[in-house]
């Protein structure tokens, strides 16, 4: 393709994502200072997660962890030399807690909706104290109802549960329901003695399904196991963030959970996308050759099978998505904007996706940045 024809596909390509009104699948808040004081169990407010200043800038500090650097995770936009040193004083950043302003980012990100998560509800999923964490968990439920509540139609929240056991988990659920939250986002690893591919947690999985409450685990969620196994650099975290999600995937297949419940929607969170091709072949593999030594359960299908019907992935940078998705499932990718955290495409999302989705037909562009996710989630939009 030359230059001139290039610029002209990607110019029609723009005009149509303007069309579709891109949603972002995984999207997140920056948790106001005050909000876990104010919307917690009064019994908990002098443990509870808070925003302070430190060394000049807004922080948030949970017991057990070093102060969150709230100028880092509302990052979006600043160039990598300017990450986490501006934008470090939330006045600074409004659209992060400000619901009105979110909006005004949105419009100029191009997108018409977000999916929201956590910011500081991610690093709350490490607290050990399991009554500390149940009662941070119910904060933010309450906290987002309320601000998704503000605009409708163009604002999405998920709920968060500590999964102290099965039958308080599924009081959860009910209630984010009663919330009009959109699904449920669980800790990487619950605090019962059983995982959950364990029989026990069928009903929770039963009522997940009945509720139409997908299931959604996002990357950095969960023990301390998963924050800490860092080999050389720092920066090698990054390379690895999806591996967490991928354990879960496995757990879920292997454990043959969507044969029991073959509704069961999963959502793997900011994990990517253009990884998935070469692990559908190597669970397949893995399965044709080892099940039978290793006395694996019995599965009705092949693995690979389970992954392309009930587990959708979200990515935001990740052009090897798009050029993989004739060999993934285009009705289980949905695309995001992670903003405002430090990995966003905000505000330059449409053209990043102007030039990515070139490869797309115009229906699995419009299923990735838009359908998809407006199904999955039985979302009411504008």
Known sequence: MNVATQTQTESAIRSEIGKIGPISADSHVTEPPTMYIDYIDPKFRDSAPRGTTHDGGDVYTVAGFEPINMGLVASAGLSPEDMGRKYNRYADFPAGWDPKARIKAQDKDGVTGEILYPTVGMIVYGIEDGALLNACANAYNRWIAEYVGEVPKRLWGIGQTAVRSVEEAIADVHWMKELGLKGVYLPAV????????HPSFDALWRTCTELEMPICFHVFTGSRKYRTAIRGAAINLWNGVMRQNQDLIGLFIFGGLFDRHPDLQLVCVEADAGWAPHFLHRMDHIYTRHATW??????????SEYFLEHVYLTFQDDWVAFKTIDMMNPKRLMWANDFPHADSTWPNSMQLLETHTTCLTPAARRAVLRDNVVELFKLETS
Not at 294 to 303: D, G, I, T, V
């Open 190 to 197: 619950p605090m019962t003695e059983e995982d959950y591919d």
């Open 294 to 303: 290793q006395k694996a359960p019995h599965l009705e299908k092949m693995p």
